[in-house]
């Protein structure tokens, strides 16, 4: 309970979020400063400069790109979808670039129908994030398993579960934390965009893992046709665990 406690008091702390994204956008700013700087004094074409100043422009372009997912107007428009669908489509648009890191998704859907209230374009945000963690995570290829199926009368839950590397322990109370990446290139935005965008679905998000064996992620969401109606117990909370 505290847990939860204080990851919900951390995850409202707009200030401290401010700040971090300032800091992360300065550093990559003063490295594209010092070369252009060098480039004005000695007059010289450095290609090998240019390039690391592209790829210091592409990382604040994905990091302004992650937060402006949270910048939309917070009264978001709530439709009624079948969750089933919403998921359909992110496969499809997931599935080339899977193929080519030989992925294979196993599709095991219910076949009842799982209603929810959801901003649509939020939620495939939240699946595309899972899912590109997952193939991430797979370098080798393999199976990622998405299964969607009632947990009872009023939830759905999706669960992501992949072959990939695994979080070690220590990780797993981090993840969610803004910048918090282990990956080189990682912005460390996608997991804490996405309990953001779960918890104003009134859902939770559980992430379990083992190293060497892989990682599954448990989305829960309110069944019905009612936004901003809690599922049973459930409550506005957010979890990782
Ligand atoms: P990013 O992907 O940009 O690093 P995320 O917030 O999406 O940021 O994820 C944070 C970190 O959590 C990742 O860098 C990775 O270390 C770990 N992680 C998340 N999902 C998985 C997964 N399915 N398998 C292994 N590690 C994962
Ligand atoms: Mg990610």
């Not at 919900?8 to 992360?24: F, R």
């Not at 290609?47 to 790109?65: A, F, K, T």
């Amino acid at each position: 309970m505290e847990e939860l406690l204080r990851r919900s008091e951390k995850l409202t702390t707009v200030g401290q979020l401010a700040a971090g994204v300032a800091h992360e956008i300065r550093n990559p700013l003063t490295t594209l400063r010092g070369f252009l700087q060098l480039q004005q004094e000695t007059g010289k074409h450095n290609s090998r400069h240019i390039d690391i100043m592209l790829s210091e422009l592409d990382r604040i372009n994905l990091i302004v790109g992650e937060f402006l997912i949270l910048a939309k107007p917070q009264a978001t428009r709530f439709e009624t979808k079948d969750v089933r669908y919403v998921f359909g489509d992110v496969i499809s648009l997931l599935d080339s670039q899977a193929h080519l890191c030989d992925i294979m998704f196993k599709i095991d859907f219910t076949t009842d129908t799982c209603i929810i209230a959801c901003e649509e374009n939020q939620l495939k945000q939240v699946f595309i994030n899972v899912l590109k963690n997952a193939i991430e995570a797979m370098p080798e290829g393999g199976e990622i398993t998405i299964r969607i199926a009632r947990a009872d009368a009023r939830n759905v839950t999706v669960t992501i579960i992949d072959q990939g590397i695994g979080i070690p322990e220590e990780m797993i109370p981090k993840l969610g934390d803004p910048f918090f990446t282990g990956k080189e290139t990682g912005t460390g935005l996608g997991l804490m965009v996405s309990q953001r965008i779960i918890q104003s679905h009134h859902g939770a998000l559980d992430i379990a893992s083992a190293v060497g064996i892989g990682t599954t992620v448990t989305i829960t969401l309110p069944l019905g046709e009612q936004p901003n109606v809690p599922g049973e117990g459930e409550g506005s909370h957010n979890r990782v665990q």
